[in-house]
């Protein structure tokens, strides 16, 4: 499995979806809706907004899940 970089994110106030881009070197913590401008906010328990309204978690995420697997 690969790393995916690339996730749509869904507005929960909104429903609007917009496919970004993931840093690959941070948790990104906020996100500006283009639609309605809500900023969203990683739900608890959720290190970045990826984790909590993408389409795929963030890259640590998903190393981690990789490590997990192949231990």
């Known amino acids: 499995m690969n790393i995916t970089y690339t996730a749509t994110i869904t507005c929960p106030s909104c429903g609007h979806m917009s496919e970004e881009t993931m840093p690959d070197d941070a948790c990104q913590r906020f996100y500006r809706c ?36 192949s231990a």
Do not use: H, I, T
Request: proline share 14%.
């Open 34 to 69: 283009p639609a309605c401008e809500n900023v969203l906010k990683p739900k608890p328990g959720d290190c970045c907004v990826f984790c909590s309204y993408g389409s795929a978690p963030c890259p640590d995420k998903q190393r981690e899940s990789l490590s997990a697997a």
